[in-house]
């Protein structure tokens, strides 16, 4: 059965996958804008959309993955009972 923490670990991979997709994609444009024909053109005009697209996703993915991260600190500090930022920083440390 897939716990919490298994399934962190798929969506950091998956957005690690993601990023490298873009970055392989962002590259693969760069290496072909001297392709003038036609046919070119519409494979990367269509690879531009689903770039963008991915990009935006990405994005989101992260915003999530933040805020997943700060509701998880929160929560430790409050079950923690932390009062300041020393002792959050403090109880990092025992």
Same mark, same amino acid.
């Given at each position: 059965?897939?716990?919490?923490?298994?399934?962190?670990?798929?969506?950091?991979?998956?957005?690690?996958?993601?990023?490298?997709?873009?970055?392989?994609?962002?590259?693969?444009?760069?290496?072909?804008?001297?392709?003038?024909?036609?046919?070119?053109?519409?494979? %990367?005009?269509?690879?531009?959309?689903?770039?963008?697209?991915?990009?935006?996703?990405?994005?989101?993915?992260?915003?999530?993955?933040?805020?997943?991260?700060?509701?998880?600190?929160?929560?430790?500090?409050?079950?923690? %009972?932390?009062?300041?930022?020393?002792?959050?920083?403090?109880?990092?440390?025992?």
């Amino acid at each position: 059965m897939d716990g919490p923490e298994h399934k962190l670990q798929t969506q950091e991979r998956l957005i690690g996958d993601l990023r490298q997709v873009i970055e392989n994609a962002e590259e693969l444009l760069k290496n072909t804008d001297q392709h003038t024909s036609a046919l070119y053109q519409n494979a %990367r005009a269509k690879l531009t959309q689903a770039l963008q697209a991915a990009t935006e996703e990405l994005a989101r993915f992260e915003d999530a993955q933040l805020a997943r991260m700060i509701a998880a600190t929160h929560a430790a500090s409050l079950q923690h %009972r932390d009062s300041s930022g020393e002792a959050k920083l403090m109880r990092a440390f025992r």
